[in-house]
């Protein structure tokens, strides 16, 4: 058992430069919720389900983390900071990381239709802060998901997502092989997919509106030189010009 709470304390040491020893990531509050987890997940599965939802409200005003017994949680979970909510039927991997202010919730709770409603979390993903995953969807092994990023469909292992709704964006291929990314977020400038459009056609807009106010003015000069070669025609009775 201490083997095993050593190896779960070094996995988030080597996720979180801040602790300088095992006894201070003891009192992240990720860990303590974690463990009241446990407790309340075992709980739950042998229906005790009072006891089960009691725990979980002690841990949740205490951590301000708050995870459904119900849901399964794989080895090294690391939740950094607090304000996380992890629903009921939500699956969760190993070494997943979660910052602090994601939701891993369900879709459309008032229609009161049970079975699978929350997400599956594979291996090795990234959920950063702000983020909301949605829905009985599955987020593949190594994926990230970036700030305050809104999924509602599936993601390809080690995609990484970006906006609302979420979409997968490019990534240096030397960013790619890094091991763990903070925050799930590239300190290189990646760009949302959606925003490079919006770009590109605010560039081409720009064009056409110089384009159009050229021709504008080579239409005003035409007029001018037929005005003026009007005035300079020679008059028919005079034989002068007007």
Same mark, same amino acid.
């Given at each position: 058992?201490?083997?095993?709470?050593?190896?779960?304390?070094?996995?988030?040491?080597?996720?979180?430069?801040?602790?300088?020893?095992?006894? *201070?990531?003891?009192?992240?509050?990720?860990?303590?919720?974690?463990?009241?987890?446990?407790?309340?997940?075992?709980?739950?599965?042998?229906?005790?389900?009072?006891?089960?939802?009691?725990?979980?409200?002690?841990?949740?005003?205490?951590?301000?983390?708050?995870?459904?017994?119900?849901?399964?949680?794989?080895?090294?979970?690391?939740? #950094?900071?607090?304000?996380?909510?992890?629903?009921? +039927?939500?699956?969760?991997?190993?070494?997943? +990381?979660?910052?602090?202010?994601?939701?891993?919730?369900?879709?459309?709770?008032?229609?009161?239709? /049970?079975?699978?409603?929350?997400?599956?979390?594979?291996?090795?993903?990234?959920?950063?802060?702000?983020?909301?995953?949605?829905?009985?969807?599955?987020?593949? !092994? /190594?994926?990230?998901?970036?700030?305050?990023?809104?999924?509602?469909?599936?993601?390809?292992?080690?995609?990484?997502?970006?906006?609302?709704?979420?979409?997968?964006?490019?990534?240096?291929?030397?960013? !790619?092989?890094?091991?763990?990314?903070?925050? /799930?977020?590239?300190?290189?400038?990646?760009? #949302?997919?959606?925003?490079? !459009?919006?770009?590109?056609?605010?560039? *081409?807009?720009?064009?056409?509106?110089?384009?159009?106010?050229?021709?504008?003015? *080579?239409?005003?000069?035409?007029? !001018?030189?037929?005005?003026?070669?009007?005035?300079?025609?020679?008059?028919?009775? +005079?034989?002068?010009?007007?």
């Amino acid at each position: 058992m201490f083997s095993a709470l050593s190896e779960y304390l070094d996995s988030i040491r080597a996720r979180d430069p801040a602790p300088r020893s095992r006894w *201070e990531i003891l009192l992240y509050p990720g860990v303590l919720a974690l463990g009241l987890h446990r407790v309340a997940h075992w709980l739950f599965t042998g229906e005790l389900y009072f006891l089960a939802r009691l725990i979980n409200h002690i841990s949740r005003f205490l951590t301000a983390i708050d995870i459904h017994p119900g849901a399964q949680i794989g080895r090294f979970l690391f939740v #950094d900071h607090g304000f996380v909510v992890i629903g009921e +039927t939500a699956v969760i991997g190993d070494n997943v +990381t979660i910052y602090q202010g994601a939701t891993l919730g369900g879709r459309n709770p008032t229609d009161g239709v /049970g079975g699978k409603r929350h997400p599956t979390i594979e291996d090795d993903v990234i959920v950063s802060l702000g983020a909301a995953i949605l829905g009985p969807l599955t987020v593949g !092994k /190594g994926a990230r998901i970036g700030a305050n990023a809104v999924v509602t469909r599936d993601v390809a292992p080690g995609s990484v997502m970006v906006g609302i709704p979420a979409r997968p964006t490019p990534v240096d291929a030397a960013e !790619k092989q890094r091991g763990f990314v903070q925050y /799930g977020t590239p300190c290189s400038q990646t760009f #949302d997919p959606s925003t490079q !459009k919006l770009e590109l056609l605010q560039c *081409e807009i720009l064009q056409m509106q110089e384009r159009i106010r050229q021709l504008m003015e *080579e239409r005003d000069e035409a007029r !001018k030189a037929v005005r003026s070669g009007d005035h300079a025609a020679p008059d028919r009775d +005079t034989g002068t010009a007007a």
